[in-house]
């Protein structure tokens, strides 16, 4: 029984962490509506960038991601220790950027330099004052805590544990609602 816990032990804290700092974090009031009520990005249309599209990610809200990264090829595990983990909400910019970056708008797992030769084509904007940033643990866990409703893309670079080979860029699209703790493996 308390080897099962020991493993579990990491995110707990990084759960915990979390709690902690959206239950410090302000409130600017009520949640905006989740993606369920706002329409899905346009297929076509206009690309532009506009804060307008993020300002509901700047809200404070009771959501909480707890990632963690579990990516293998083959027999070669990878890991995300150290690393930066970006939190991008999602609007019709994001997620024509992460089509353009990724070639998906749900998850992808591409070599790094593949999605860096990429960003000329990708829409222009600065997503940056919108971005939540964390970095990973030891136990290539991560967390997001205060987060309000609605979608958001992962993102990560991870490397072999073994220390050669390339680096290889995670995204994944999550969707929190509720107030409710949300489980992301990259």
């Given amino acids: 029984m308390i080897t099962m816990l ?75 220790a150290g690393s930066a983990v970006v939190l991008t909400p999602e609007t019709p910019w994001s997620s024509r950027r992460m089509a353009a970056l990724y ?23 600065d997503a940056g004052p919108f971005v939540k940033r964390t970095t990973c643990d030891d136990a290539d866990q991560f967390a997001f805590g205060g987060l309000p409703d609605g979608a958001w893309y992962a993102i990560t670079v991870v490397k072999p544990a073994g220390g050669s080979g390339g680096t290889v860029a995670l995204m994944k699209r999550v969707v929190v609602r509720g107030g409710r703790t949300t489980s992301v493996v990259l």
């Fill in 103 to 125: 070639g998906s708008t749900q998850s992808a797992a591409l070599p790094a330099d593949e999605v860096r030769a990429r960003t000329p084509s990708a829409p222009a904007g």
């Fill in 6 to 80: 020991v493993p579990r032990l990491p995110i707990l804290g990084a759960v915990a962490a979390a709690l902690l700092a959206s239950a410090c974090a302000p409130s600017l009031g009520p949640p905006p509506p989740g993606p369920a009520s706002r329409p899905p990005p346009p297929s076509g249309g206009s690309a532009n960038f506009s804060a307008h599209d993020f300002a509901w990610s700047q809200k404070s809200g009771g959501n909480i991601i707890a990632g963690r990264v579990a990516y293998r090829q083959g027999a070669t595990r990878y890991t995300c």
